[in-house]
């Protein structure tokens, strides 16, 4: 850990956790082409170092490395070492507020994943965690990344008008809810956020501000982090012209636990899909459907109704969705440890019923 300016680890600050991206990336030729470089290789220290003159004064900040990778690589292990050392921060009275640099590959993830494992906690110790990153590497000329980290900083440590504590993001000067996020553009500057609910960072919309409290309100329970060997293995599967049947057979064999089918249109899949994935039912995995489209919700009736075992994933993506179903797994598992018959549908539908903000 380090902080700036020296100040000792009790005293208030904001923690900075850098896990890489971009945001932390080189290229080698930056003026011919920032956009060939590598992820993950500027520590988190000299990310905020590169910023100081710009800090807030009087604002103190300690950053913390967890991990300094191209986030598609992002692992369970990675997510579980993140979800600990955030629930920490939100229980440390010196730690007023949490910054995150991630790579946008997979922010969507780790958004669903803060939201649905410390978003109760952020709400009331009253603290915001930011998550941030950057569409060009550090040392691109117009790196996106400064002002991006800067703008985490100030969200997470001035009292911008009524915005609770929570989970949120901010790119390219406008701020969401991190479950929110989704990188839908494979270069543009504000990719990952250019078609989530979002308001400019500074100026809160009100509209979108009650849109969060709504969520809030909803949110009533946090959900276990899974211990390290603990994460189900949960796949994807997506639903295309010529689908076949052996793709779905091909994990009746091994011992996938959940698979969420990127279904087409309003969450629909190819007809030969249809008795394998009862196959897959009556093998006791857990099935959930979702949309490839990127947008729009899937509903438990269309285009027919799921059978006992299967559940419609609402608005999450499929990538939300497979970590909601994870958790929900992991969660079912523990409650049923302890005694309590609660299911993965449970807890899966507690995420997947959360307003959506508009
Ligand atoms: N591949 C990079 C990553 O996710 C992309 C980025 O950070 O924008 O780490």
Request: glycine share 8%; charged share 15%; hydrophobic share 45%.
């Amino acid at each position: 850990m380090s902080s700036i300016p020296n100040i000792s680890e009790n005293a208030p600050h904001i923690l900075v956790l850098g896990m890489g991206g971009t945001i932390a990336g080189l290229a080698s030729h930056p003026e011919e082409n920032p956009l060939q470089y590598q992820a993950g290789q500027v520590g988190v220290e000299a990310l905020v170092q590169h910023i100081q003159s710009a800090i807030p004064q009087g604002l103190a900040l300690v950053s913390r490395q967890l991990a300094n990778i191209n986030s598609r690589n992002l692992s369970d292990a990675h997510l579980t070492a993140l979800g600990l050392a955030v629930k920490e921060a939100l229980l440390d009275a010196s730690v007023r507020g949490i910054v995150i640099t991630h790579g946008t590959d997979t922010l969507e993830e780790t958004g669903l994943f803060l939201q649905a494992t410390c978003g109760k906690l952020a709400q009331t110790q009253a603290k915001r965690v930011i998550l941030t990153g950057a569409m060009l590497p550090s040392n691109a000329p117009g790196a996106d990344g400064p002002s991006n980290l800067l703008d985490a900083l100030r969200w997470a440590s001035t009292a911008i008008e009524n915005c609770p504590g929570g989970i949120y993001a901010v790119m390219d000067g406008r701020g969401c809810m991190a479950m929110d996020l989704a990188k839908r553009h494979a270069t543009a500057l504000n990719a990952p956020i250019q078609n989530s609910p979002s308001s400019s960072v500074g100026l809160i919309n009100p509209s979108w501000l009650s849109g969060v409290k709504a969520v809030q309100a909803a949110w009533n329970e946090d959900l276990p982090i899974p211990q390290l060997d603990k994460w189900p293995w949960v796949e994807i599967l997506t639903s295309h012209a010529g689908a076949r049947p052996e793709t779905v057979n091909q994990w009746l064999k091994s011992d996938v636990q959940g698979l969420v089918v990127a279904g087409s249109g309003q969450g629909g899949f190819h007809d030969d899909w249809a008795a394998p994935l009862s196959k897959a039912i009556s093998q006791s995995i857990a099935l959930v459907r979702t949309s490839r489209t990127g947008a729009g919700t899937t509903l438990p009736n269309i285009p027919e109704t799921d059978p006992p075992g299967c559940l419609a994933a609402g608005v999450l993506s499929a990538p939300r969705a497979r970590i909601a179903l994870q958790l929900a797994l992991n969660a079912a598992e523990e409650a049923n440890l302890a005694g309590k018959p609660l299911t993965w549908q449970d807890f899966f539908a507690r995420i997947a019923d959360l307003p959506e903000i508009r």
